[in-house]
């Protein structure tokens, strides 16, 4: 049977560890709320309602075509597509084709920053994995515009961080509810992680600056694993309406 992700691929590895997924989330969610075309997660009013809900699910829907066959994965691809184009018959506009890069990026980013920060450096044949996945999956959905090399990405990644970031009311809005909904705990660990995670641009544009407990606190969480008191950890941190969801992301098999 084809799978759509070799399975003997790092990007099971990545995405078959919830930590690495928790850390992806966190990243994702810094660069929703800075990016230029958030206002078509505003639209439909889900974001805002339910933050943690709606970004979860845009991982997860990486996930799941991560770990599918590859007609599987397709047809998850598929209804991604048919998603978004139902929004945009509602609003009567179409969402700007660096907008679907801009998604794809972080995912590519993400993944490697988070695996790198919680495990090691990845090689460079082992980043292009990452990146030829994500392109499979901008491809099937016919964005235009994608970078065919890893080399590329890394120019047309920094120049998006550049061009189509920007802090605005749904930035301190969409952070409001981040908070709201994490309760203050919860929400200074995501930052804090968003510290050690982000890069440099979306670091400054959102003023987090540097952390000497966002270190001490990746050592922490580290060493939680070493000594077997890392589902203990989670279980305390964990919001109560996505403990089991989010608990069971290390269930896959690699």
């Known amino acids: ?9 790092i990007v099971r590895q990545i995405w078959g560890s919830g930590d690495t997924i928790l850390l992806i989330f ?11 075309a958030v206002d078509w997660l505003y639209f439909t009013g889900r974001l805002p309602a339910d933050p943690l809900k ?6 997860s829907y990486a996930r799941q075509i991560v770990f599918s066959t590859y007609d599987e994965a397709m047809h998850a691809i598929d209804k991604i597509s048919s998603i978004h184009k139902g929004v945009e018959e509602q609003r009567g506009q179409q969402i700007p084709d660096w907008a ?11 993944s490697i920053r988070s695996f790198e920060l919680l495990e090691r450096k990845l090689s460079t044949q082992e980043k292009e994995e990452v990146f030829n996945v994500f392109y499979r999956m901008g491809s099937r959905m016919a964005i235009k515009a994608l970078p065919t090399t890893f080399e590329d990405w890394q120019v047309m990644r920094t120049t998006a961080l550049e061009e189509n970031l920007i802090k605005g009311d749904f930035t301190i809005d969409l952070y409001k509810q981040y908070r709201k909904h994490l309760g203050w705990v919860r929400y200074m660990i995501l930052k804090q992680s968003q510290i050690l995670l982000l890069p440099t641009k979306v670091n400054q544009l ?29 279980n305390a941190l964990l919001p109560a309406a996505y ?10 098999k690699r």
């Open 206 to 234: 959102l003023g987090l600056g540097k952390s000497i407990f966002a270190v001490l606190m990746l050592k922490l969480y580290k060493l939680s694993r070493l000594i077997r008191v890392k589902t203990i950890l989670k």
């Open 26 to 36: 966190a990243g994702a969610s810094a660069e929703f709320a800075l990016n230029k």
């Open 243 to 252: 403990k089991k969801e989010i608990m069971a992301l290390d269930s896959y």
């Open 54 to 59: 709606r970004l979860f699910s845009t991982v």
């Open 100 to 110: 679907y890069r801009d998604v794809l990026y972080m995912l590519m980013d993400y």
């Open 1 to 9: 049977m084809k799978h759509f992700v070799a399975k003997d691929s």
